[in-house]
Structure formats: structure tokens, C-alpha cells
């Protein structure tokens, strides 16, 4: 296991889904993996996450822009995203309402959930302060789970991780059938894969992401 003197940043750029800033944030995690000085395999499983998160952010919808940087420290490395979210969901709403079930046939697979958290992350939220809950909260639709830390006056601030969703779909007791599709859909994701954690965090109107990575 490598082990980071200290803190290293990378330069902090702005991403969207305009592939000419995908391709230089790419660029940039490039450069900064060079300069960490790991072994061919890790330095390789940072660049597949990194690629991993910036497609994700292909996949959310126009008009979504955040800043991207990759920092070092002790034993492991984060891939950073962050950005003020305010997302009008209204023709999305429009389209799912024509489908058959009323629901977005399109998120599908494990990462596409994690855009679908990020860009409705409102309305879970007020999902979540309607049912009065202040422990986890799972979504129905999409198995995803998330924590509310709540002060005396109000919520201070909602996060999801990838592992403690692991552990719900492997010690739930919903119905088999519907874990066992987002069981399958986590074993065939790369993020999930690779990284050892991925966590999204959410405060008033400001959102992250951070896929983290031992080295």
C-alpha cells in the first residue's frame, strides 16, 4: 500500500456534459496520477474511476456544472465533484408521464441511480422530510439509501455511500426479485468495482460527489 506525504491537489476545473471539458478534466487526471508515483495497476484504477464519474456527468442533464479535482492524501485517493444543483425536472416529469408505469425506463444500471439521486436530490429530500424520518431513508424506486443528519431547527445535511447501500441490498428484506436486479446492476458496475467508496452529500444547495480509492 502507497502511502501520500502529506496533501496533493490537482487544478480544480469545471466539468458538464461538453465533451471538450471532459476531455481536459481526463487531461488533468492524467498528469496528476503521473506525479503520484503508484504502481501501473492503481494508477489504472484511478483513471477508469475518474473516466467512470466524468461520464457520469455526461449522463445528467444539459446545463450541469461542476467542479472536477482529484486530491491525495495518507492511503487514498478522492475524485471530487462539486456543484451548485438547481435542476428544472418538469419535462422529465412530462416524458415519464407518457410511459406505461410512469417511471424513467432510462436509469438504469448502478451509476445512472447515483446521476438520478444528484439531479432529484430535492425531491427526495422533501420525500424524506414529509415521512418524518431522521435515520436512513430508502427510495422505493431506486433502492438507494441515504442518511439524514438533522440539527434541533432542521436538517443539516443528507448523504448517501455506496457501501452502506452494499450492505442494504445483501441484509434486506424487501422482495428477492427486486434486490437481486440492483444486486446485478452493482457486481457489473466499474465504480463499484473499483472504488471502495463513493459518497454523496448534500448541503442546502450545494452537492458533491467523492469516489474514493486506496492506494
Not at 59 to 85: H, P
Not at 112 to 124: D, G, L, P, R, V
Request: hydrophobic share 40%.
Amino acid at each position: 500500500m502507497s502511502k501520500i506525504e502529506g496533501k496533493l491537489v490537482s487544478n480544480s476545473l469545471k466539468v458538464s456534459n461538453d465533451e471538450r471539458l471532459i476531455e481536459a478534466a481526463m487531461n488533468e487526471a492524467e498528469a496528476f496520477v503521473g506525479k503520484l508515483d503508484l504502481d501501473s495497476k492503481k494508477a489504472l484504477h484511478i483513471r477508469l474511476l475518474t473516466e467512470e464519474i466524468l461520464e457520469m456527468v455526461k449522463s445528467m442533464v444539459k446545463g450541469y456544472i461542476a467542479d472536477f479535482w482529484i486530491e491525495a492524501e495518507n492511503d487514498e485517493c478522492r475524485i471530487c465533484l462539486e456543484a451548485k444543483a438547481d435542476i428544472n425536472i418538469e419535462k422529465e416529469k412530462m416524458l415519464m408521464s407518457a410511459s406505461s408505469d410512469g417511471k424513467n425506463t432510462l436509469v438504469k444500471g448502478f451509476t445512472a441511480k447515483i446521476a438520478q439521486f444528484i439531479n432529484h436530490h430535492k425531491e427526495y429530500i422533501s420525500d424524506m422530510l414529509n415521512a418524518g424520518d431522521e435515520g436512513f431513508y430508502y427510495l422505493p424506486t431506486d433502492y438507494l439509501c441515504v442518511r439524514q443528519a438533522s440539527s434541533f431547527f432542521a436538517p443539516t445535511d443528507i448523504t448517501w455511500s455506496m457501501m452502506e447501500y452494499r450492505n442494504y441490498l445483501y441484509d434486506s428484506a424487501a422482495p428477492a426479485e427486486e434486490v437481486e436486479e440492483a444486486r446485478d446492476e452493482l457486481e457489473k458496475s466499474i465504480v463499484a468495482n473499483i472504488a471502495d467508496d463513493v459518497k454523496v452529500g448534500v448541503m442546502g444547495d450545494k452537492i458533491s460527489l467523492v469516489a474514493i480509492k486506496k492506494i
